[in-house]
Structure formats: structure tokens, C-alpha cells
């Protein structure tokens, strides 16, 4: 599944106007989620019958808190830590 998402990004990234570049980066979205369903699939055949939907709430709960909450803060981290040096820098001067 990993080496079709490399000609797509290579795709994506080589294009030079937005319309090609907006019909390949649907593609590449398109083959990057196609795994999500044999993922959950996956989880509940693991699991008791009983505990089906946690472990899905679970795993949601968990994607969605590195997706949207540490993800974002470690992007913007690097900003802050760049801002934080500026300023002892100029203490230290």
C-alpha cells in the first residue's frame, strides 16, 4: 500500500499548475485513506464481540488526538522554540 503512495506524492509534488496539481492531490488522498476500512476491520476481528465498538472509539479517539491536538502543537513547537532562543539571545547580549 506504501508504494502507491510514492508515485502519487511524487505525482503531487512534480505538478506545475493547480489544476493538475488539485486532481493529484485527490488521488493521492484517495489511495492514502483506501486502508482505513481493512484497519478497522482488522481491530474488530481481534477483539470480543462485547467490546467491538471501544476498542474503535479507542483507536478513533487516539488518532484524533495525534492528528489534531499533538500534531498541530508539534508543527507550531518548533516556531515557539525558535522564538524562545531569539529571545535568550538577546538576554544574553
Known amino acids: 500500500m506504501v508504494g502507491l503512495l510514492v508515485p502519487c506524492y511524487a505525482l503531487f509534488f512534480s505538478?506545475?499548475?493547480k489544476?493538475?496539481?488539485t486532481g493529484r492531490l485527490g488521488s493521492l488522498v484517495l489511495v492514502s485513506r483506501v486502508f482505513f476500512g481493512q484497519t478497522f476491520a482488522l481491530l474488530q476481528g481481534l477483539v470480543d464481540d462485547r467490546m467491538r465498538a471501544t476498542t474503535l472509539s479507542v483507536v478513533m479517539l487516539l488518532a484524533n488526538l495525534?492528528?489534531?491536538?499533538l500534531g498541530p502543537q508539534m508543527r507550531d513547537g518548533d516556531c515557539i522554540f525558535r522564538r524562545?532562543?531569539?529571545?535568550?539571545r538577546r538576554r544574553a547580549r
Do not use: L, S
Open 84 to 88: 524562545v532562543c531569539r529571545q535568550a
Open 15 to 17: 505538478a506545475a499548475a
Open 66 to 69: 495525534i492528528g489534531m491536538g
Open 19 to 21: 489544476e493538475r496539481c
